[in-house]
């Protein structure tokens, strides 16, 4: 395997192909029952300097995804299917070459900075670790250089070099974390709820950064994140996930504006905006990934629930619209599937507690 590199350690930008491609990826956990389907078949591709939106619900397997896309799986866990960076089999490579591969060309910004930023180095020394680490061989004015240009990028003045983590505010870790992601200039990175905890006016700013550096280094981005607002305000696809798959994906302006899936119409019911006059909720919780719901996983929580979602998993098919969209109930409006009369009839609760059971 061989990658084409410029100045500084990132991948050369090329306009022709995706970035960072997963055809039916899948990873699987260690249980104490059998294997977790944590990620169960998801497809999605990314071109350069695309941002992608990811969202759904807390144990849908959001956070798995990130990680099992840069290989940063706990001992137990593995993959399967197809994944392919700038068009190369990601799966077969050696720990090595992961390893390698990891900071110079993909990245992560993970959430909870304190946790990852260690106390008691100063952050010119976190710089000069990622630095001397996966680019042997700069100066130490090279390395200063490079870093005080990341922080100048994140809006964090130079006096602020030789400082500790606990010197700074919350939006200032989340920023130095992005740019410790950054200052190698990875191709693809994955954002883990990087505005978590912060509040709405610093949140603004860390899309506007995250806009910049797409604009600057065609970085593609997959955001991982609850905030469905921020997906419409810097995404340009979302892709919606619930119980390890991929049930809708499509442009962000489309999914938001006409949402095909029954559970992307009922997360965007839940969100709250200043119009809001009362609170919607999504009823019950996602299932346990170790033992989901035949059919469609969804079916036992949804409003729109047939016979057939509970018995047959429902077909990934691509619309007009250029929204990509698994749901029976979809079908049926499109007119994409013929189903029966009993096929098409309201799951009643005691049906759908049946089902389970079964």
């Avoid at 350690?9 to 960072?20: E, F, L, Y």
């Avoid at 899948?26 to 350069?48: H, Q």
């Avoid at 010197?167 to 200032?172: A, D, K, N, T």
């Avoid at 797409?214 to 955001?223: K, P, Q, V």
């Amino acid at each position: 395997m061989s990658f084409d590199l410029v100045e500084g350690g990132g991948p050369a930008r090329t306009a022709s192909g995706p970035v960072i491609e997963a055809d039916d990826l899948r990873v699987w956990y260690a249980g104490p029952t059998g294997p977790v389907k944590a990620v169960d078949g998801v497809t999605f591709s990314l071109r350069p300097g695309e941002i992608l939106g990811l969202v759904g619900e807390s144990g849908c397997g959001k956070s798995t995804l990130g990680r099992g896309l840069l290989g940063l799986l706990p001992d137990g866990a593995a993959r399967d299917g197809a994944l392919r960076f700038r068009g190369d089999d990601m799966l077969t490579l050696r720990r090595k070459e992961q390893y390698q591969l990891r900071g110079s060309q993909l990245g992560m910004i993970f959430q909870e900075p304190l946790t990852r930023l260690n106390p008691l180095m100063r952050i010119s020394d976190h710089f000069s670790e990622t630095l001397k680490t996966h680019e042997k061989g700069l100066s130490k004015r090279e390395i200063e250089e490079r870093s005080l240009e990341a922080l100048r990028v994140m809006g964090i003045p130079p006096t602020r070099f030789k400082a500790y983590p606990h010197e700074f505010s919350g939006g200032m870790r989340q920023r130095l974390m992005i740019a410790l992601a950054l200052v190698l200039r990875p191709a693809f990175v994955v954002a883990d709820e990087p505005t978590t905890a912060l509040d709405v006016l610093v949140e603004a700013q860390i899309i506007r950064i995250l806009h910049d550096l797409r604009e600057t280094y065609e970085t593609s981005l997959l955001l991982i994140t609850h905030n469905l607002g921020i997906v419409a305000e810097a995404c340009d696809r979302v892709a919606v996930m619930y119980a390890g798959k991929i049930v809708e994906i499509g442009p962000a302006r489309e999914v938001f504006a006409n949402p095909q899936h029954s559970y992307t119409r009922e997360l965007l019911r839940s969100t709250i905006s200043l119009s809001t006059t009362g609170l919607n909720f999504i009823d019950g919780a996602p299932p346990d990934l170790s033992d989901p719901p035949s059919g469609c996983h969804f079916h036992p929580r949804c409003p729109d629930a047939m016979a057939v979602c509970a018995t047959r998993d429902p077909v990934d098919r691509e619309l007009p619209a250029g929204t990509r969209v698994a749901c029976w109930a979809s079908d049926l409006r499109h007119g994409t599937v013929t189903l029966s009369e009993s096929e098409r009839a309201p799951l009643q609760k005691e049906e759908i507690a049946l089902a389970d059971e079964a």
